[in-house]
Each structure stands twice: as C-alpha cells, then as structure tokens.
C-alpha cells in the first residue's frame, strides 16, 4: 500500500519552462514533506521541504506546494535547467512526539528530462 | 569527506552467502538509518539507530538481516543466506538528533546471482 504516491514515472520540460512534479499522500498522519532529487550512482540529496502549517515554500528556483485537503504536493522548477535532470523522490514524516526520530516514506520517484 | 560513505560500493554475490554492507555516517550525527531501494521504487525504510541502539528494525523483512551500530558510529547491515530477491542498492543516512534532513550516501548495490 503506497502511502506516498508519484503517479508520473518520467517527465519531460524544455529548458527554460517550468516543471511541475506531483505528489499524492494517503495517511493523515503526515505532517512534513520532503523533496529529494536523486542524480545516477549516488544517494539522494535533500531539496526542499514543507510544513503541514503551511502551503507554499520557496527556495530559489523551487517551490513547494502543499494542499493538505486534497492531500497532494507539488514541486516547481522554473526555469528549468539541463543540470535539473534527475529523479525527484516525494517523501513524508508523521508527526512525532519521540524527539530525533524521523521515519521517512518515500514514493517512487519521477525522472525529470530537461532538454536543451 | 564530510558526508556518509558506505563500502562496497559494489557487493555481487552467490545465493546463500553471508555479506555485510559497511556505513560511515556524517561526524556527530546520533541517527542512522538503512534503506533499501529496488529497481523503479523508492528508497524502504529497514531499520533505525539512534545511538548505538536500534530504535525501530520494523523494516527488516526477516531474520536473515540483521544491523549493529557498537559505537554509535559505523554501522554494519548483515545479510545471511542472501537471496536473488536481496538484490537492490542498499542506502544509508544519517541525521542530526533534531534533523529532519536526512543525509544519504551512496549506496550499495548488492547484486545475488
């Protein structure tokens, strides 16, 4: 049962446009989300990241968005870059009570493709 | 370097060999996770340390994997009777004892033929 759900395997963007990644999430629990992007041969690398408080965060070229009403995320990208090709994890921590301890779900990843 | 390291980078073994998968984790970071991703799915949460004790193994599949962290450093994965199905890369992360960003390495692919 995926509770973190990428329901686009890969994605396309001409350099320059705007890439939109989605993210679906089922547990109610979830009260902090993560994007990871994930370059060949190496581990993932935190991106950006949003509260449940809030709606929208930014950070430079990316932006986060969060619907917690329709329990759906999106990351941003504009304008892309060639350098933005890569996999982009979603992922998502339950509120807790146990200070440090942070159990991420991940889904299963959207390659993005940007072309020069 | 300043981030975790995992080695091998590389592990290809026989069926019903016994591997271990070595974590080096960010200087200072009390928490320590091990992943498991397979081809086309995310990373899987398999077991968490915080310190030398592991705090959550809840995604450990079975008896066969086992995880040590002795000196609330380096931590060991230890496969027994590996399995053609143990096949996938192996991550590991590590975080500060408030973080919510984990920090990954770069894996192990293990490969059971």
């Known amino acids: ?116 | 370097g300043a981030g975790v390291s995992q080695t091998p980078s590389n592990k290809v073994t026989e069926k019903g060999k016994y591997v271990e998968l070595r974590c080096d984790p960010i200087s200072g970071h009390t928490a320590l996770y091990w992943y498991r991703q397979s081809l086309g799915q995310g990373p899987e949460f398999l077991i968490y340390f915080q310190g030398t004790g592991a705090a959550d193994d809840s995604g450990l599949p079975n008896d066969r994997f086992f995880a040590v962290r002795p000196e609330g450093s380096v931590s060991t994965l230890k496969i027994q009777r590996t399995e053609r199905g143990d096949s996938a890369v192996y991550l590991c992360a590590s975080s500060a004892n408030t973080g919510r960003e984990q920090f990954f390495g770069p894996g192990t692919r293990l490969t059971v033929l």
């Open chain 1, 1 to 116: 049962d995926q509770q973190v759900k990428q329901n686009s395997p890969s994605l396309s963007v001409q350099e320059g446009r705007i890439s939109i990644l989605n993210c679906d999430y089922t547990n109610s629990m979830f009260d902090y989300f993560l994007w990871y992007k994930k370059y060949p041969a190496e581990g993932p690398t935190f991106l950006i990241s949003i509260s449940s408080i809030k709606d929208k965060n930014e950070d430079g070229r990316f932006t986060v968005f969060l619907n917690k009403s329709a329990k759906h995320l999106s990351l941003h990208i504009v304008p892309s870059q060639p350098g933005d090709s890569a996999v982009y994890f979603c992922a998502a921590i339950p509120l807790s009570f146990s200070g440090g301890y942070q159990k991420v779900t991940f889904g299963i990843g959207t390659k993005l493709q940007v072309i020069p």
